[in-house]
């Protein structure tokens, strides 16, 4: 006769021990899993988070008129400041700069795009900048000879002779603008840059900011202008100082051009996220080309 053997208590014991192991490590690896697909996402988004800034900075960058570009660095804000362009042309005549107030005329080629139609120059909005070899000479005012003026910027007052016509309205190829006053000097290569405000990008309060500011002396902040917050978790050190001393943690440096190289922008910023920091660099060319 056959007798069935059942399951001793010792060998239960073992299986539920096996299974126990197996268990924890199942959990384990599925844990690490997990975490691996969380880190990666986290670490996707801040390189999707930083990539939209950089790149909408450069493009921006790329119509900075030349050695329009200052930086400023306060306890908790740094920011970067340029003009950009809207329009370039080739003037056909240069006023020269007078003692008093007058209604200077400048000729110039016709601001005209591909398409044929007119890019609308708009008095009192749009201003006229020659020559510009430092950031001072764009937005600080001169105290020498013309008194009060800015002297490689002027003030678009109108257009044609009496300088009430039509900005689109041209004669054989050539508009003529009505500018408050004449420029100091002229560019070698009788480029004048048509811009209207001043562009500034700002990392204060761990955010990335843009905002539009007139042209003038002083390098505004975010304090009473706002703007539109492009990234978050930025934790660059933000400590005062000169702009001309670099910092190995300042999100912004210039480099102004020099006889043998173009101007340089460094933007490096250091994303913080789920305690980990991961750092972006990149490095803006602009063409010295006043």
């Not at 299986?15 to 690490?32: D, P, R």
């Not at 420029?183 to 955010?207: D, H, I, K, M, Q």
Request: charged content about 15%; hydrophobic content about 45%; overall charge negative.
């Amino acid at each position: 006769m056959r007798f069935q053997r059942g399951v001793t208590l010792i060998e239960l014991v073992v299986v539920l021990i096996i299974l126990a192991i197996t268990s924890v490590g199942i959990t384990s690896f599925v844990s690490s899993s997990i975490s691996s697909v969380v880190n990666i996402n986290d670490r996707e988004q801040v390189l999707n988070g930083a990539r939209f800034p950089l790149q909408r900075i450069q493009r921006e960058l790329a119509n900075a008129i030349p050695n329009s570009i200052r930086v400023l660095k306060n306890n908790g804000e740094h920011c970067l400041q340029f003009v950009p362009f809207e329009w370039v042309s080739v003037y056909l005549d240069l006023p020269v700069a007078r003692e008093d107030d007058y209604a200077a005329s400048m000729p110039i080629i016709a601001p005209q795009m591909l398409s044929g139609s007119a890019f609308e120059i708009e008095p009192d909005n749009h201003v006229a900048i020659v020559y510009p070899l430092r950031s001072d000479d764009i937005y600080s005012f001169n105290s020498g000879s013309v008194a009060n003026e800015r002297l490689n910027v002027r003030n678009i007052m109108g257009c044609g002779t009496s300088g009430t016509q039509s900005c689109t309205a041209f004669i054989n190829n050539t508009l003529e603008l009505v500018l408050e006053n004449g420029f100091l000097n002229g560019s070698p290569a009788e480029r004048v840059y048509f811009a209207r405000n001043a562009v500034n990008f700002c990392v204060t309060n761990n955010a990335l900011v843009r905002f539009e500011s007139e042209i003038a002396n002083g390098q505004p902040t975010t304090a009473n202008n706002g703007g539109v917050v492009l990234a978050n978790n930025i934790s660059n050190t933000l400590i005062s100082g000169s702009a001309s001393v670099f910092s190995e943690d300042d999100p912004f440096q210039y480099f102004a051009p020099s006889r043998v190289r173009n101007a340089v922008v460094q933007i490096r910023f250091r994303f913080l996220l789920n305690g980990e920091f991961v750092a972006f660099q990149q490095e803006v060319h602009i063409a010295n080309a006043p």
